[in-house]
């Protein structure tokens, strides 16, 4: 068996969530997934958020995960946030600089 080690609370833990192709911020890695019958047990998923993103689409740990989202919704609770919060302070508009 050839692979990468990694410690999940060093390389993995609240690491930021990079989308791949466009670069944007999509969270950070809450939780990992252990898939415990494998021999030696390995990370089968990363949890952000209610979000569970597959180890296949994992494609680069670093300082950063980078991964592919396809179809997830990883922002949803930034977003939520960001509608019943966030715009409703006074001043949260787009306002001139």
């Known amino acids: 068996m050839t692979g990468r080690v990694l410690h999940a609370q060093l390389h993995l833990l609240d690491r930021?969530?990079?989308d791949q192709a466009t670069g944007a911020?999509?969270?950070?890695?809450?939780d990992v997934e252990l898939d415990l019958d494998a021999d030696p047990p390995v990370v089968s998923a990363l949890?952000?958020?209610?979000?569970?993103?597959p180890a296949?689409?994992?494609?680069?740990?670093?300082t950063a995960v980078k991964i592919v989202p396809g179809d997830l919704d990883l922002t949803a609770g930034d977003d939520w946030v960001e509608r019943h919060?966030?715009?409703?302070i006074p001043g949260a508009g787009h306002a001139p600089e």
């Open 16 to 18: 930021q969530l990079i």
């Open 25 to 30: 911020l999509l969270g950070k890695v809450d």
């Open 47 to 53: 949890i952000s958020g209610r979000e569970r993103i």
């Open 56 to 62: 296949v689409r994992v494609m680069e740990v670093g």
């Open 85 to 88: 919060v966030i715009d409703k």
